[in-house]
């Protein structure tokens, strides 16, 4: 019995290693590497109170609120070490934030942002993969970095920003 134990609890371990060997030669290669996750933004009904929130009950470093009349959007940054977390208020009445407010009155998550090395070339990718970007070039982001976000139905349900690292 003492062979057949370890037999038992060898094999889910050998296992695991072919298939993440099978994974990872299934990797095609790219002419552009995704990066590390810059931020999640949370679209906010109320500005004021969630940089309360973060800063006075849970001790963030926030940044002051920064106008993006681009976007329409009001960002603030809120500083996790690791990442951010970008807090999202509606700038005008045509702001996307406004009608996703307007579906999550008490705001939510609204897009990740992952970097990118080369955003031109991911951009000519993801066009040639059939991944839905949306808008034509890159537009200067909340870090003054060239930015698109790709289309959330092409993205498992998630708007995916790209950020120029």
Known sequence: SGLLSRLQ??????RTLSSSKSFSQNIPSC???????NHVAIAVPDLEKAQSLYKDVLGAQVSETVALPEHGVYTVFVELGNTKL????PLG??????????KNKTGGMHHICIEVDDIKAAMTELKKKKIRILSEEPKIGAHGKPVIFLHPKDCHGVLVELEQA
């Open 93 to 102: 009445e045509k702001s996307p934030i406004a009608s996703f407010l307007q």
């Open 9 to 14: 609890t060898s094999a889910p371990t050998e």
């Open 86 to 89: 970008e807090l999202l208020h």
């Open 31 to 37: 002419l552009w590497k995704l990066g590390r996750l």
